[in-house]
């Protein structure tokens, strides 16, 4: 009987672990008045994260924005090597410095279908070929710091010796794969139809791509890739003992916090107003006048002529003021009406005279 209890409790209390560990994590619903740093201090509070079992990048692509938990300690990359791998390849391709159908003798068929093994079905065999037909290891990992921008004082030493990368790095490798998108379209269309439903796919609305490369070696669970929601970002999730739930959470909150923080579109510009009567007419596009019926003018009647007075008639024009146009009289000289006046005053001295003379006569007439 008590071992029959035994064995329910036990039924119960594992039922309820399961439970647990598979309850979705939900993403705060307040997610536009917090930051990306105070959200994922959340999240790994939540799944008990710490420096030792996680590791987070994420850049904005068309904000900037950039966030790092963790991003530039060394952990064990599993199979996301083969981002900068693949990169490196299709890098010497656009060189001229390698043909697609070029045969790899490490990775046992051509580097067409190497790109396919390695990017969609994550064949190690071909991919740790393809890694040594560069040279050896410490040959390979210096030529994929073509893609990092980290310097050897932050580099440790471990990613020389081992299969080791940080989330900072595998960003960069991301910002170049992004920004070189024209060049790296069958990279892209790989890593987009890779491992549908897993890894960041779990956590990501599907009507949003990813294009990813996960991996999973020894309890590290890892997933790096592209999400292009409205503004695409870049992220990278790097975990050891925590499960690919946590993967899959970690790339539902980014996800959510992203599209919270979509910055809203300018304003386009008001067009200017055209003028109400402009000069220039439309090429190509005949006017159409609308007929109006205009009310019919009134018949003019032509003035009555008035007929002048009899008085009028037969009395005589006063004559015109001066044709300016009519060549000018000569003025009369001063003299002649100074002489005039003159022989008129002598004229009536002589009269005067003569009347005085004809006085004095008749008086001395009478004397006598």
Same mark, same amino acid.
């Given at each position: 009987?008590?071992?029959?209890?035994?064995?329910?409790?036990?039924?119960?209390?594992?039922?309820?672990?399961?439970?647990?560990?598979?309850?979705?994590?939900?993403?705060?619903?307040?997610?536009?008045?917090?930051?990306?740093?105070?959200?994922?201090?959340?999240?790994?509070?939540?799944?008990?994260?710490?420096?030792?079992?996680?590791?987070?990048?994420?850049?904005?692509?068309?904000?900037?924005?950039?966030?790092?938990?963790?991003?530039?300690?060394?952990?064990?990359?599993?199979?996301?090597?083969?981002?900068?791998?693949?990169?490196?390849?299709?890098?010497?391709?656009?060189?001229?410095?390698?043909?697609?159908?070029?045969?790899?003798?490490?990775?046992?068929?051509?580097?067409?279908?190497?790109?396919?093994?390695?990017?969609?079905?994550?064949?190690?065999?071909?991919?740790?070929?393809?890694?040594?037909?560069?040279?050896?290891?410490?040959?390979?990992?210096?030529?994929?710091?073509?893609?990092?921008?980290?310097?050897?004082?932050?580099?440790?030493?471990?990613?020389?010796?081992?299969?080791?990368?940080?989330?900072?790095?595998?960003?960069?490798?991301?910002?170049?794969?992004?920004?070189?998108?024209?060049?790296?379209?069958?990279?892209?269309?790989?890593?987009?139809?890779?491992?549908?439903?897993?890894?960041?796919?779990?956590?990501?609305?599907?009507?949003?791509?990813?294009?990813?490369?996960?991996?999973?070696?020894?309890?590290?669970?890892?997933?790096?890739?592209?999400?292009?929601?409205?503004?695409?970002?870049?992220?990278?999730?790097?975990?050891?003992?925590?499960?690919?739930?946590?993967?899959?959470?970690?790339?539902?909150?980014? +996800? *959510?916090?992203?599209? &919270?923080?979509? =910055? #809203?579109?300018? $304003?386009?510009?008001?067009?200017?107003? %055209? /003028? @109400?009567?402009?000069?220039?007419?439309?090429?190509?596009?005949?006017?159409?006048?609308?007929?109006?019926?205009?009310?019919?003018?009134?018949?003019?009647?032509?003035?009555?002529?008035? +007929? *002048?007075?009899?008085? &009028?008639?037969? =009395? #005589?024009?006063? $004559?015109?003021?001066?044709?300016?146009? %009519? /060549? @000018?009289?000569?003025?009369?000289?001063?003299?002649?009406?100074?002489?005039?006046?003159?022989?008129?005053?002598?004229?009536?001295?002589?009269?005067?005279?003569?009347?005085?003379?004809?006085?004095?006569?008749?008086?001395?007439?009478?004397?006598?």
């Amino acid at each position: 009987m008590y071992q029959n209890s035994f064995r329910a409790l036990a039924a119960l209390l594992l039922a309820a672990l399961l439970a647990v560990t598979a309850a979705a994590y939900e993403v705060p619903s307040d997610l536009e008045a917090m930051t990306l740093e105070e959200a994922m201090a959340d999240f790994m509070d939540q799944n008990g994260l710490n420096s030792d079992n996680f590791a987070l990048s994420y850049y904005n692509t068309v904000t900037g924005e950039a966030y790092g938990y963790n991003e530039t300690h060394m952990m064990v990359a599993a199979s996301t090597f083969k981002l900068p791998l693949n990169l490196y390849y299709y890098d010497l391709e656009h060189a001229g410095e390698l043909a697609s159908d070029a045969y790899i003798a490490g990775a046992g068929t051509t580097l067409d279908d190497a790109h396919y093994q390695s990017l969609v079905w994550s064949n190690n065999e071909v991919s740790i070929g393809m890694l040594y037909n560069l040279g050896d290891f410490r040959t390979y990992k210096e030529l994929m710091r073509k893609y990092f921008t980290m310097t050897d004082e932050e580099i440790e030493y471990i990613y020389f010796a081992d299969n080791y990368y940080c989330t900072r790095m595998m960003v960069e490798a991301l910002q170049y794969l992004y920004e070189n998108s024209a060049d790296f379209e069958e990279m892209i269309d790989y890593m987009k139809e890779a491992q549908p439903g897993e890894y960041f796919k779990a956590g990501v609305p599907e009507e949003y791509e990813v294009a990813h490369k996960y991996g999973w070696y020894e309890g590290a669970v890892n997933d790096v890739g592209i999400i292009y929601t409205e503004e695409p970002y870049l992220l990278a999730v790097y975990t050891q003992d925590v499960g690919a739930r946590v993967v899959a959470d970690a790339a539902a909150l980014c +996800t *959510a916090y992203n599209l &919270a923080h979509i =910055q #809203p579109p300018e $304003p386009e510009p008001e067009p200017e107003p %055209e /003028p @109400e009567n402009p000069m220039h007419e439309l090429e190509g596009t005949p006017l159409e006048i609308e007929e109006v019926d205009l009310p019919a003018e009134p018949e003019e009647t032509p003035p009555e002529e008035e +007929t *002048a007075p009899p008085e &009028a008639l037969t =009395q #005589p024009e006063q $004559p015109d003021a001066p044709d300016p146009a %009519e /060549p @000018e009289v000569a003025p009369v000289p001063w003299w002649l009406p100074a002489g005039a006046a003159v022989v008129l005053l002598a004229m009536i001295l002589l009269v005067a005279s003569a009347r005085r003379r004809r006085y004095r006569g008749k008086h001395t007439a009478r004397r006598r």
